[in-house]
């Protein structure tokens, strides 16, 4: 019968007084500790050993610990270091978290900070070596584009672009914020006859209504006050290309007539001049509102409306499209790896899940950030559930929590097609506790742990938002101190 071999933690430290108690409470989790007196020997020992964690003080005589630490990492560029001090400075912080460090924690020890620490360090010691196999869904260069999915509704986006490059007709894009509606402009113009012209976006949102005419349309010497001299506008310097219009709802009355006067007749006039100029410029137009409704309320002129959306592609929400979120994933890793931004490459199980499950509100382009922001401070060459914002750790805006069909494929399986989250069932109304009693051991039979601790994570998550995050009043409702409580709360925030 085999046995499982229990994790190995290295603890070095000048003092030998440290390293016992130390130790001591780490064994008390059947934890198999080794000690080094000094930086050399404990060096030695890491090549020797190959130790799990390592437990590191900063202030040692002879090699410190920064120095012992740079050294380690040599050895194992992967291995995981808890720095150890009596001296919390700003300065400690940066060299402990600068030089790779995992975390750091300060002495005298609470003996349960350095358990539940060693704990979430094991952890992600494990979730390192369970993305060994990872590979990536995609390969970057497939989607040169920069629009990433292969969701029916992006392959749906991916025809009408097929479809209308061979032409000149006028496109408008519509979708929320983040979605990727220029990179959808880039990819028509790209692949239209007009490719080898301009490209010029426009963010209409972005400059006041008193100069979009002269961004747009150019203007003459003395035109108005700081007309020094002559300019072209964007629509005469993308002569022969295309000119993308974005948030195009936030245009100005005044304005939106003069583009009319393009889309008609092929011409403009520069502000303060008298002479027609004409133009040979696609235009392709994006809106996050609704024009119809400003159509309505006469905000927005109905024949500029109906000159633009002659086609119309509408760009999903990224909660809408869930399954394509692992390809998003590695498509940023690639691209940060490209720009030697991040060595990551990897994403664990855990992490993916988590990533998965949320509701990106920010879409794509909030996604975008924050794989960068965990790509910077991951520690190795996989991001893992702890490099995540606590906001996404902590479940904000879960789309599918709870459900048995998560929208990601898991390794080695195909991911299943994903079907608009059906409407929760009514709460079922019991009479009294043990009847809902009965319900929940029902639904928990066969003693699942995970089910189990499903139970306990919902119903701490439930009691402390019920108690406005007050953790005195949720650890008494829940009947565990204050203490027990935040443990379960890092345990939660660790398994994301």
Not at 89 to 97: N, S, W, Y
Not at 455 to 474: F, I, P, W
């Amino acid at each position: 019968m085999s046995t499982v071999k229990p994790p190995t933690i290295l603890v070095i430290d000048d003092d030998a007084e440290i390293r016992y108690s130390l130790t001591r409470v780490l064994s008390s989790r059947k934890y198999q500790v080794t000690e080094a007196g000094s930086g050399e020997q404990g060096i030695a020992l890491v090549k020797k050993e190959l130790p799990d964690l390592i437990f590191l003080d900063i202030r040692m005589g002879g090699m410190s610990g920064i120095e012992t630490l740079q050294h380690i990492r040599s050895v194992n560029a992967k291995q995981l270091v808890v720095l150890m001090t009596a001296f919390g400075t700003a300065q400690t912080a940066i060299e402990a978290m600068k030089y790779g460090a995992f975390d750091y924690i300060m002495k005298p020890f609470d003996p349960q900070k350095v358990l539940a620490l060693a704990e979430n360090a094991l952890k992600a010691h494990a979730d390192l070596r369970a993305v060994r196999d990872y590979k990536p869904t995609i390969n970057s260069e497939d989607y040169k584009e920069g629009i990433v999915g292969s969701s029916p509704v992006m392959q749906e986006v991916f025809k009408i672009i097929g479809q209308v490059t061979a032409s000149d007709v006028t496109v408008m894009i519509t979708g929320e914020s983040g979605t990727g509606k220029e990179l959808v402009a880039r990819s028509i113009w790209k692949h239209s006859h007009r490719a080898g012209k301009p490209f010029i976006a426009v963010n209409c949102a972005a400059i006041p209504d008193n100069l979009i005419e002269s961004e747009l349309f150019g203007h003459e010497k003395g035109s108005f006050t700081g007309a020094t001299g002559q300019r072209l506008g964007k629509f005469e310097l993308c002569d022969g290309g295309t000119i993308f219009l974005d948030e195009i709802g936030d245009m100005a009355l005044a304005t939106q007539t003069k583009i009319l006067r393009v889309l008609q007749a092929g011409e403009i006039q520069r502000v303060g001049g008298t002479e027609t100029i004409k133009v040979d410029v696609r235009i392709i137009a994006a809106t996050n509102k609704d024009l119809e409704e400003m159509v309505k309320a006469k905000t927005f002129r109905e024949d500029l409306y109906y000159r633009l959306n002659v086609v119309r592609i509408r760009m999903p929400p990224l909660r809408e499209r869930p399954e394509d979120i692992p390809q998003i994933v590695d498509f940023c890793l690639q691209n940060l790896v490209k720009q030697k931004k991040t060595r990551v490459t990897k994403v664990s199980p855990e992490a993916m899940a988590v990533l998965a499950r949320h509701k990106w509100p920010g879409n794509v382009r909030e996604l975008e950030n924050v794989i960068y922001r965990a790509a910077v401070i991951a520690q190795g060459d996989a991001l893992l559930v702890k490099d995540l914002p606590a906001e996404i750790r902590a479940g904000e805006g879960l789309a599918y929590a709870g459900t048995s069909n998560p929208p990601f494929a898991t390794e080695g399986t195909p991911a299943p097609a994903v079907a608009p989250a059906p409407p929760e069932p009514a709460a079922p109304a019991f009479p009294d506790v043990g009847t809902a009693l009965d319900f929940v051991f029902t639904e928990l039979s066969g003693g699942d742990e995970l089910l189990m601790k499903r139970l306990e994570r919902e119903m701490t998550s439930r009691v402390l938002k019920a108690e406005g995050a007050d953790l005195a009043k949720a650890a008494k409702r829940l009947g565990i101190t204050k203490a027990v409580l935040q443990k379960r709360l890092n345990e939660i925030g660790a398994q994301g």
